[in-house]
């Protein structure tokens, strides 16, 4: 029988053409050595590990090139950093105007100076909208593209961060949330394209409120955070050909986000994520993919559905974990910032994933329509082992603490979920001939209370998941 597109193919088809037929070409751009004058000299003091591994203190003297690229800029458009001898050093954001460029070579190495704590680029007009949604007449920046180079804020070492702890917008942090090495929010037809990003705290890039959006090619070093972290409201955009070492997750597509790490809250639609592959078997790295739907309730009391819909994700290799569940803010405390009811997700195509380690897709969402199709399982398969959770997880985090007054539950395993009009086609194992069976991928969660606990872990839940079956499952 004759093979037939998809309809997850058909949706990819139509996001790539809408985003490549929107987004800016390229254009002359200036050599920033032309503006050399403009730069100054500055004296500081690096961290970095010695032979051993050890943190050792250096003196540096370095060119601070922000003067140098902001009038370049300014006068032509577009400017060029040329490979060179010594890094590029930032003491404040590049700044980019609608329709400006930044080309840098690949081999030229930018740098954030230690203590300057803010992102390294980032687009004009940033605002932020943590107290209500995002209104529909903003006016945002267009046609800016980022490329190449190598970008670092100097995270030299899993404990050192040469005081560059945030993203932030500026030194000021006008518009709390943003948290990127690369900072785009409020852009419209913006390409970030051929870069590394070596040893960095923030965010790889962090991007939202955004729309016709390309980010192609990016390899992370030592990475100390997310790779690619979008947020709400976010539609029509292709994240493609990550690859490398991220202490969190390489792609995050995030409509409901804890509010320290989001300038910004919706829907998100339309997006097309492919060619992602996880950091090789003998690195720790997390390796996840996180979709996050949710309800954000303001301080006014307001409510704004922030569901996830109509996106692809194809062609991605060694991913740990999809993670598609419920979880309030760790870090500034669940009763201070958690999404009001479970998330949305909704027409979500899942094609030609291959794991040579184990790996599973964990929903924990109301959800209509996902598609798993074309699943390579390159591991001898326990009998244990299901590609797809639904339902709650559990987990207790002691912050280190044996007292469990102390101890918090990471997600929600009170909450019910619903799956409705699942499909999964052409799993294929290792060690078993054929395609799997649906029912020997699925696993449905039922928590329930631990009697045992605080004597043991986790505390456990009254939620469950639910899996509405069709009456037929497509072959």
């Not at 053409?17 to 987004?23: A, C, D, G, L, Q």
């Amino acid at each position: 029988m004759k093979e037939t597109h998809s309809p997850g193919e058909a949706l990819a088809g139509e996001i790539r053409r809408r985003v490549e037929s929107n987004i800016a070409s390229a254009r002359e751009c200036v050599s920033v050595h032309e503006f050399r004058a403009l730069t100054t000299i500055g004296e500081w003091t690096e961290v970095w590990p010695d032979a051993d591994g050890k943190p050792q203190k250096r003196d540096v003297v370095g060119e601070l090139w922000n003067a140098a690229i902001q009038v370049a800029l300014d006068q032509s458009g577009g400017v060029r950093l040329p490979k060179q001898d010594q890094p590029y050093y930032l003491d404040r954001p590049i700044i980019l105007r609608s329709g400006q460029h930044l080309v840098a070579d690949p081999l030229a190495e930018i740098r954030l100076k230690p203590g300057t704590n803010t992102c390294m680029v980032r687009n004009e007009q940033i605002v932020g909208f943590q107290d209500r949604a995002v209104p529909a007449d903003l006016q945002p920046d267009h046609d800016i593209v980022i490329q190449g180079g190598i970008w670092t804020t100097l995270a030299t070492m899993p404990s050192e961060s040469n005081g560059n702890n945030r993203g932030r917008a500026d030194a000021d942090d006008s518009v709390p949330g943003c948290h990127g090495v690369i900072l785009l929010q409020n852009v419209e037809r913006v390409v970030v394209r051929d870069l590394t990003i070596r040893a960095s705290k923030p965010f790889g890039v962090h991007i939202g409120t955004a729309k016709d959006f390309l980010i192609d090619n990016l390899a992370y070093e030592e990475h100390r955070r997310d790779g690619v972290h979008c947020d709400g409201p976010a539609c029509y955009g292709i994240i493609r050909n990550i690859s490398g070492w991220t202490g969190d997750d390489p792609v995050s597509l995030l409509a409901w986000d804890w509010r320290q790490y989001s300038a910004s809250f919706g829907p998100i639609h339309h997006i097309l994520v492919e060619k992602v592959s996880g950091a090789p078997s003998e690195t720790e790295s997390y390796d996840s993919v996180r979709l996050l739907p949710g309800l954000k309730q303001f301080a006014d009391g307001a409510k704004l559905d922030c569901p996830i819909s109509d996106c692809v994700l194809r062609d991605l290799t060694d991913i740990r974990a999809f993670k598609l569940y419920d979880q309030p803010n760790l870090e500034q405390g669940r009763d201070n910032d958690a999404s009001a009811a479970i998330g949305e997700l909704r027409n979500l195509h899942f094609e030609r994933l291959a794991f040579n380690r184990p790996g599973n897709i964990q929903v924990h969402a109301d959800t209509d329509g996902l598609s798993l199709r074309d699943v390579r399982l390159n591991f001898p398969v326990p009998s244990d082992y299901h590609l797809l959770q639904i339902g709650p997880q559990s987990l207790t985090y002691d912050h280190g603490s044996e007292d469990p007054a102390r101890w918090v539950e990471i997600f929600s395993p009170d909450r019910d979920c619903t799956v409705r009009n699942l499909s999964v086609t052409r799993v294929r194992a290792l060690d078993v001939g054929g395609d799997m069976a649906i029912d020997d991928l699925v696993q449905i969660i039922t928590q329930k209370p631990n009697p045992d606990y605080p004597k043991s872990k986790p505390r456990g839940g009254t939620g469950r998941g639910i899996w509405i079956r069709d009456q037929q499952q497509p072959s």
